[in-house]
Nanobody, 117 residues
Framework: QVQLVESGGGVVQAGGSLRLSCAAS??????MGWFRQAPGKERALVAR????????VYADSVKGRFTVSRDNAKNTDDLQMSSLKTEGAAVYYC????????????WGQGTQVTVSS
């Protein structure tokens, strides 16, 4: 059974940093990523990483501030968030896909990130 379990959410001041982690189990994936959904908004991609090559893709709004990484041995995927802005407050979801060029097939339960001004 596939499971994605996020950790690391919480409250941070604007300008601060937070690290999210996602532990995957049950199978291997070609890509893992992070999405976020703020109240009243659609879920949107924040960053994704190719599990084999390490290639990454970022939303324009987080480029230069967020870094996605993976640990193949531990089967974990982390999102390091720096210089957080209040608009970054959302529920962050870990996702995993079977193919780099397709959508995501599995989702975590989400972790809340609150950014205070």
């Amino acid at each position: 059974q596939v499971q994605l379990v996020e950790s690391g959410g919480g409250v941070v001041q604007a300008g601060g940093s937070l690290r999210l982690s996602c532990a995957a189990s049950g199978r291997t994936f070609s890509t893992m990523g992070w999405f976020r959904q703020a109240p009243g908004k659609e879920r949107a991609l924040v960053a994704r990483i190719n599990w084999y090559s390490g290639s990454t893709v970022y939303a324009d709004s987080v480029k230069g501030r967020f870094t996605v990484s993976r640990d193949n041995a531990k089967n974990t995927d982390d999102l390091q968030m720096s210089s957080l802005k209040t608009e970054g407050a959302a529920v962050y979801y870990c996702a995993a896909g079977l193919a780099w060029r397709s959508g995501f097939d599995y989702w975590g339960q989400g972790t809340q990130v609150t950014v205070s001004s």
